[in-house]
């Protein structure tokens, strides 16, 4: 199985300011027969179920504010988010797709300083 | 609307079954691959099985593999989980969730939960 890591499990940024999260897949996650990175990010808050944001790494879902981005290749991954708001106070969890079974990273905490 | 709404958790005995629901609406459910994820009270995701759109294809966690059965009806827009032997560690919400364009999870349920106890 393709263990999932993230860093940090928590951080706290101020509002306005930038929140980076960070994802390392034990092997790539990039099939290069489409040259397509099968990594994704969710974020869920409190009470509620996952919400996809990202991905194929760097696509954003559909209604999903541009503050949200996401990017790497092969094992290390990246979703800033460019200012935080408010509403953005949740957990984030990344997930690979390249292989069975799906895993998702153990989640980073993102809270308001 | 566009949604997913699961049925069935509960509270059950160490070794004891229950049965999952999740009825679709709103889109083409027969067109989807869908899984089952899981959270452990405080804890992560974890993918627990999906199936093809035909039902002809399925896959499981090792830790689920032989317990539990994971089966569509593309008739009544509707997913089932049948769990058996059930454990502790089974313990947790139960999400309903539609397989992206891969395997990637792009809409989900509110979720039902499990809990093994005696």
Same mark, same amino acid.
């Given at each position: 199985?393709?263990?999932?890591?993230?860093?940090?499990?928590?951080?706290?940024?101020?509002?306005?300011?930038?929140?980076?999260?960070?994802?390392?897949c034990?092997?790539?996650?990039?099939?290069?027969?489409?040259?397509?990175?099968?990594?994704?990010?969710?974020?869920?808050?409190?009470?509620?179920p996952?919400?996809?944001?990202?991905?194929?790494?760097?696509?954003?879902?559909?209604?999903?504010?541009?503050?949200?981005?996401?990017?790497?290749?092969?094992?290390?991954?990246?979703?800033?988010?460019?200012?935080?708001?408010?509403?953005?106070?949740?957990?984030?969890?990344?997930?690979?797709?390249?292989?069975?079974?799906?895993?998702?990273?153990?989640g980073?905490?993102?809270?308001?300083? | 609307?566009?949604?997913?709404?699961?049925?069935?958790?509960?509270?059950?005995?160490?070794?004891?079954?229950?049965?999952?629901?999740?009825?679709?609406?709103?889109?083409?459910?027969?067109?989807?691959?869908?899984?089952?994820?899981?959270?452990?009270?405080?804890k992560?995701? &974890?993918?627990? *099985?999906?199936?093809?759109q035909d039902?002809?294809?399925?896959?499981?966690?090792?830790?689920?593999k /032989? %317990?539990? !059965?994971l089966?569509?009806?593309?008739?009544?827009?509707?997913?089932?989980?049948?769990?058996?032997?059930?454990?502790? &560690?089974?313990? *947790?919400?139960?999400?309903?969730?539609?397989?992206?364009?891969?395997?990637?999870?792009?809409?989900? /349920? %509110?979720? !039902?939960?499990?809990?093994?106890?005696s």
């Open positions: 199985d393709i263990v999932m890591t993230q860093s940090p499990d928590s951080l706290a940024v101020a509002l306005g300011e930038r929140a980076t999260i960070n994802c390392k034990s092997q790539s996650v990039l099939y290069r027969s489409n040259n397509k990175n099968y990594l994704a990010w969710y974020q869920q808050k409190p009470g509620q996952p919400k996809l944001l990202i991905y194929w790494a760097s696509t954003r879902e559909s209604g999903v504010p541009d503050r949200f981005s996401g990017s790497g290749s092969g094992t290390d991954f990246t979703l800033t988010i460019s200012s935080l708001q408010a509403e953005d106070v949740a957990v984030y969890y990344c997930q690979q797709y390249y292989s069975v079974p799906p895993t998702f990273g153990q980073t905490k993102v809270e308001i300083k | 609307e566009v949604q997913l709404v699961e049925s069935g958790g509960g509270l059950v005995q160490p070794g004891g079954s229950l049965r999952l629901s999740c009825a679709a609406s709103g889109f083409t459910f027969s067109s989807h691959w869908m899984s089952w994820v899981r959270q452990a009270p405080g992560g995701l &974890e993918w627990v *099985a999906n199936i093809k039902g002809s294809e399925k896959y499981y966690v090792d830790s689920v /032989g %317990r539990f !059965t089966s569509r009806d593309n008739a009544k827009n509707s997913l089932y989980l049948q769990m058996n032997s059930l454990r502790a &560690e089974d313990t *947790a919400v139960y999400y309903c969730a539609r397989d992206g364009s891969d395997w990637f999870f792009d809409l989900w /349920g %509110r979720g !039902t939960l499990v809990t093994v106890s």
